[in-house]
């Protein structure tokens, strides 16, 4: 083994110790396609037998490895097979019967979050779809650890406005329903255009029909990694350097990922599925994508530049990643979640940064609109345009985009919500009130674009 | 002493610079049979004492995060950071 310079390893050591470099999540996929019963009760004993036998020593290989490279794993946690394909039933209880069962289960083995909670409805719905979606907001409000996701929209399907309608209503009435936590439910929900299989982040995880029977997919972070390397770069470099720095430190990050991520599996007995090398951003200062949007030379996160910048930081982490692993999966790039961003926060409040231009550098990034709370009394049609809007973006770009909106109960522009922990608090952002009633009354599904006919 | 059971580790010691910190940290790497290989020290601005050392653990009984604890407590109240990392993480982020 090479020697290595002073440089490197102080490099490495500050990487982790003061710019956070961490695995931000260590997420077992477990297939449940074995545990299948129409009777929700032996279906659930299944699911609790299953996710008891694959994950009881996720935690402590995870602390293992920590040990080891000194890289600190912040999360364990599951992705399971969507559960409308697990339990087919056409009854809405039994959903949230197998929920409370998953959800004790999830913390027996002590994950704080498991993923699967989730239809994929982009093309229509069956009875069971119909049933777990009716479920969600009482499952949301009633479970702690359990995420939800639907699948509206695809570039090979088109949009399912019918499903983005039923969904504003879902979302309102998880937010009503845990509206003494600021509508909490609605940060465990997210709704996706050309959903990735294989996400090891929350909300979003669940663990696609075509996997495997378990693998391990990592999530790998590090904003503040890519900000001090563009601090040491300075105001002076161009374009060009700015891309090869925040490349070069990509590929870093992602190879600690890789050999975590080969050393989990090796030692749990599965396959090593995926690397997701995300920007994920923390309420930690310093922590934060909208930060090296200013360090790039913005005043704030949501200036004129914004998506353009946005776009060469994705770019650049991407090609970093797949140079750094064969394994790259996910969603890969950045996010740009408001409540979870101090520094995004901090723009939001002062009104650099709108929905609106949330969206459209959601056009160029990893995923979508994410964690953005807007005043409770928003119209269940207007939540269901939004919704659309972004799947739009998705399905004409062939790119995953998702909304995770948080519709705060009580709350009015300007007013605050506060999840606590890694969620973060965030002002309530403005909402555009032109009605699209009737644009999205008109219900059906908007047709496949010519993207999706590539064969 | 490169042996079957080689297994290389990095050591970076950070903080106030102060009389006696390498002797302190090679006594309890010895104590435990851990091999120096390398190591490289510099004072930065006056009193920033920074440390860098590659070992060889293979012929300790010792695990890293007992190591740890065993160099923590070598060092306790000086006011100094140390971390382990087994050498396979650099090897992945430094080298292609």
Known sequence: MANFTSDEIIETVGMIASQKLDIRTVTLGVSLWDCSDPDPIRCAAKIREKLLLSAKRLGPVAKEIEGIYGLP??????????????????????????????DEAAGEVGVNFVGGFSSLIHKGQTKVDEALISS?????????????????????????????????????????????????????????ANAVEDNPFMA?????PGE????????????GTVLRALEKLG??????????????TAFKITRAGELVGKEMAKRLGVEFGILDLSLAPTPAEGDSVAQILEELGLARAGAPGSTAALMMLNDAVKKGGAFASSSVGGLSGAFIPVSEDAAMIRAAEEGAITIEKLEAMTAVCSVGLDMVAVPGDVP???????????????????????VRIIPAPGKKEG??????????????????????KGFIGRGGRIPAPLQGLRN | ????????????????????????VATALAENQVNIEDISQKVFSGDIFAMTLMADIGASTLDLPTLTQRLDSALDGMGLKVALHDAELFQYMHRV
């Open chain 1, 212 to 223: 495997p029977e378990r693998a391990v997919l990592v999530g790998v972070s590090g904003p």
């Open chain 1, 73 to 102: 794993i912040v999360n364990t946690r599951l992705s399971i097979t969507p559960l409308s394909l697990v339990l087919p039933s056409t009854e809405q209880e039994a959903f949230v019967e197998v929920a409370k069962v998953v």
């Open chain 2, 1 to 24: 002493m490169e042996t079957d059971k080689s297994k290389k580790i990095v050591i970076a010691v950070i903080g106030r610079d102060q009389v006696g910190i390498v002797a302190k």
């Open chain 1, 204 to 208: 979003g995880a669940f663990y696609g």
């Open chain 1, 415 to 436: 007013d605050r919500v506060s999840f606590g922990g890694l969620l973060g608090e965030a002002p309530v952002m403005p909402v555009n009130r032109v009605s699209a």
């Open chain 1, 136 to 192: 969600i907001p009482e499952v949301l409000s009633t479970t702690e650890r359990l995420c939800s996701s639907v699948s509206l929209a695809s570039t090979r399907t088109g949009i399912n406005i019918d499903g983005c309608s039923k969904m504003g209503r879902i979302i309102l009435e998880t937010a009503r329903r845990t509206a003494d936590a600021d509508g909490i439910g609605c940060a465990k929900l997210v709704v996706f």
């Open chain 1, 380 to 402: 269940e049609e207007t939540i269901a345009a939004i919704i659309a809007d972004e799947m739009a973006i998705g399905v004409a770009n062939n790119k995953t985009t998702a």
């Open chain 1, 235 to 248: 105001p002076g470099g161009c374009m060009g350097e700015v891309a090869e720095t925040i490349k070069k």
